[in-house]
């Protein structure tokens, strides 16, 4: 985790009433120990399980959690604590986690209402990890609960076909592109296109060609020829620019050891057939059939239900968006304290959101 994309422990990665409840505990309660715990309240509407991830980097941000000497002359700065005590921003320029986190392991599947991690500590210091923790576990536990079922799709008839994340310039900011390729590869993705999600996480990265390749040269088949005499052995050729018909047929004149063709738009399961059968009867059984184009776990598995001869499948926007599904109503709430010895079991109890006291198993 070299690049700055991914935080490191930085304290100011909270909401504000973080810092204002974390001073009145300094000021009236400091030798209070606190257990906050984290779930999903509801499923999602299109969801029956969810799978944890994001955990090495809570562990991470924990670990390495401080309030930097700018985050402190910001906080110190606010009209809001302009009269309170200033050894307070003292005690945060100094403070560290102390405490103990238990949670599930990543690529775990679990359901609502099920504790996944649980932070024992100062009341400060978990109180102060609540937006982080949050933000850290909610975006790749959806992308990676939806990749699952990405993944399935395209093996449920019992036959291994390639998934690869292809979702980077389509996340919600660049962080996001990385966390994204992490999380499709933790549960079951061959890899990504994301180059930096490769270097940073050790996943393999896949690449094809862009229809401007195509249009860069004097016509089509010059396009195909070049790429292939560059990278003859892991060509895969982008045949629809124009018509996936006839250029695969151009393709027969270049050589047959190109990998794969990939096609990205169209009525896929029409043109795949077309494509298969081209590339059999010119003696190229071996040259497989890449999709991808606006994909997602219902319309991959229309395709390999309907028998299409498809051998793997690069998957972005609906992915890393989870289209149908954009958030997950996970909640992180205080649920046991102790102070002078004395524990005290906590719960809510607001309509609708009651929670249930107590540390859980």
């Given at each position: 985790m070299e690049k700055c994309i991914i935080l490191g422990g930085e304290g100011s990665l909270?909401?504000?009433?973080?810092?204002?409840?974390?001073?009145?505990y300094w000021k009236e309660i400091p030798d209070t120990q606190a257990t906050f715990e984290l779930w999903v309240r509801n499923l999602p509407e299109n969801r029956n399980y969810l799978v944890a991830c994001g955990l090495e980097h809570i562990i991470n941000y924990i670990l390495n959690f401080h309030f930097s000497e700018q985050d402190i002359k910001y906080l110190s700065s606010h009209p809001v604590f302009k009269k309170i005590d200033r050894k307070f921003f003292d005690f945060l320029k100094n403070l560290k986690f102390t405490g103990d986190l238990w949670a599930i392991p990543e690529g775990t599947i679990?359901?609502?209402?099920?504790?996944v991690l649980r932070i024992t500590s100062s009341i400060i210091e978990s109180q102060l990890l609540e937006t982080a923790i949050l933000n850290l576990f909610s975006y790749p536990t959806l992308i990676a609960s939806k990749s699952s079922r990405v993944y399935y799709s395209s093996t449920f008839d019992g036959k291994k076909r390639m998934v690869v994340e292809f979702g980077a310039r389509r996340t919600p900011g660049m962080s996001a592109s990385l966390i994204a390729a992490r999380a499709s590869y933790i549960t079951g993705f061959d890899g990504t296109s994301n180059v930096m999600a490769g270097e940073i996480f050790n996943i393999p990265t896949f690449g094809t060609m862009a229809h401007s390749f195509v249009l860069a040269f004097e016509d089509e088949e010059t396009s195909f020829k070049k790429y292939y005499e560059n990278?003859?052995?892991?060509?895969?050729l982008l045949i629809d620019t124009f018509n996936s018909e006839k250029a695969v047929k151009k393709i027969t004149e270049?050589?047959?050891?190109?990998k794969a063709v990939r096609i990205d738009s169209g009525d896929i399961k029409k043109e795949t057939k077309k494509v298969r059968k081209i590339l059999d009867e010119i003696g190229?059984?071996?040259?497989?059939?890449?999709?991808?184009?606006?994909?997602?776990?219902?319309?991959?598995?229309?395709?390999?239900?309907?028998?299409?001869?498809?051998?793997?499948?690069?998957?972005?926007t609906r992915l890393v968006n989870s289209s149908d599904c954009p958030y997950l109503s996970t909640i992180y709430k205080l649920v046991e304290i102790e102070r002078e010895k004395e524990i005290k079991m906590v719960a809510k109890l607001s309509e609708g959101k009651i929670t249930y006291p107590g540390k859980k198993q």
């Open positions: 909270v909401d504000l009433y973080e810092i204002t409840m974390s001073y009145v679990f359901f609502e209402g099920e504790p990278f003859p052995e892991s060509t895969v270049i050589g047959k050891g190109i190229m059984k071996d040259t497989g059939i890449f999709l991808s184009g606006d994909l997602d776990e219902y319309k991959i598995y229309e395709i390999v239900k309907s028998g299409c001869p498809v051998d793997g499948f690069g998957v972005g």
